[in-house]
């Protein structure tokens, strides 16, 4: 067995139940429009249609994209796998504190990387990313922070890397919970990937959907990749249902906007007890708290029954990632949180 460090995913405990904050998981069911879209779906004696034509077509009008600026995949995992196979060499450079994925990526695909520091205050400085690289990877927002960047500050390293003719990958998981996207960037710059989950912002993460947008020769060198290891990745369920999902903006819409307003009545909350919170544009918050270890607030409270992400890491250790669930579920857990600290 070669010696891989693997990427640890949060747990999905059976003990019993939990308020589970710990994935970014999505508290609300998926559209209902995915129930006769799973009746209607390709007979399953049949493959999969491999290139995932009305899927394509879906993600990319929802985007304002042609079909054939669109890759799916089995989760954006897949697609950001495929990617760092299709268009990285050394050193591939991403921030120090990022996706866990992408180093295991990297040691998996035998690429190197370099560590580009966020600033102090965790927000990412593009300056960083102007110098010599094999690609580049930018979770926007970023995880585990909330924090996002700029489209201006982005298109610089965009330019620099276009000239050097080097791939720049932004990695959009959570973009739809209030960031701006890059996906309007993509006529622009021949160099630019965006990758997108249907997982958090349309409640799919039990159906692993994920696409990739981006200019068609870059989709060819996605489907070669692709091609090269199992040319029928997405199922014929899962393109349905994405399908479906992807077409029902009406009532995304509505799922969002309450994740962001959960989103803000519990930061405002974590503030008044005194939490350090990161400003989030995700479906997540990144808190800490100066009266209490992280690692401790994180057993307490799972200790109460909510199970939330620590990471035991350098210069994140303080906080706390903490996924924004129903309001009822963030009422509890604001009044856990009181009890624990007074
Ligand atoms: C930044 C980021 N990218 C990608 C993913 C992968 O999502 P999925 O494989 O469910 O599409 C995650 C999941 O947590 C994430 O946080």
Redesign the pocket.
């Known amino acids: 067995m070669q010696s891989l460090e693997p990427y640890t995913a949060g747990e999905q405990p059976k003990d019993k139940k939990y308020i589970k904050l710990n994935?970014?998981e999505n508290p609300y069911e998926p559209t209902p429009a995915l129930q006769d879209a799973l009746k209607n779906a390709r007979s399953l004696r049949l493959y999969p249609d491999p290139l995932a034509a009305e899927f394509c077509e879906a993600a990319g009008k929802a985007n304002g994209l042609p079909a054939d600026h669109v890759f799916a995949g089995n989760?954006?995992?897949e697609v950001?796998a495929l990617a760092f196979k299709a268009f990285f060499d050394s050193p591939v450079l991403f921030a120090d504190i990022t996706?866990s994925?992408y180093p295991v990526f990297c040691e998996f695909f035998k690429i190197e990387f370099l560590l580009v520091p966020l600033r102090d205050d965790f927000t990412l400085d593009a300056a960083g990313f102007l110098k010599p690289n094999g690609g580049v990877a930018i979770?926007n927002p970023n995880?585990p922070t909330g924090i996002t960047l700029e489209l201006k500050e982005l298109q610089t390293i965009l330019d620099y890397n276009l000239a050097r003719k080097r791939v720049v990958l932004i990695?959009e998981?959570?973009v739809a919970f209030g960031a701006e996207s890059a996906a309007k960037l993509i006529p622009q710059y021949p160099n630019l990937v965006v990758v997108r989950?249907l997982?958090k912002s349309h409640a799919l993460?039990g159906m692993?959907l994920?696409y990739a947008l981006a200019q068609p020769h870059l989709i060819e060198g996605l489907r070669m990749a692709k091609d090269s290891f199992n040319s029928y990745p997405v199922d014929s369920l899962a393109q349905a249902a994405g399908t479906a999902a992807l077409r029902d903006a009406a009532y995304y819409e509505g799922v969002l906007s309450r994740v962001v307003d959960t989103r803000t009545w519990f930061v405002r909350a974590l503030t008044e007890m005194g939490f350090r919170v990161l400003p989030s544009k995700t479906n997540f918050v990144f808190a800490g708290h100066d009266r209490i270890k992280a690692a401790e607030l994180f057993k307490r409270l799972r200790d109460r029954g909510v199970l939330v992400r620590y990471f035991d890491a350098p210069r994140v250790r303080d906080f706390l990632r903490i996924t924004i669930g129903t309001d009822e579920d963030m009422q509890k857990v604001a009044a856990i949180l009181q009890e624990i600290l007074s």
């Open positions: 994935t970014n989760g954006s995992d950001l996706y994925f979770a995880a990695d998981a959570y989950t997982s993460a692993r994920g």
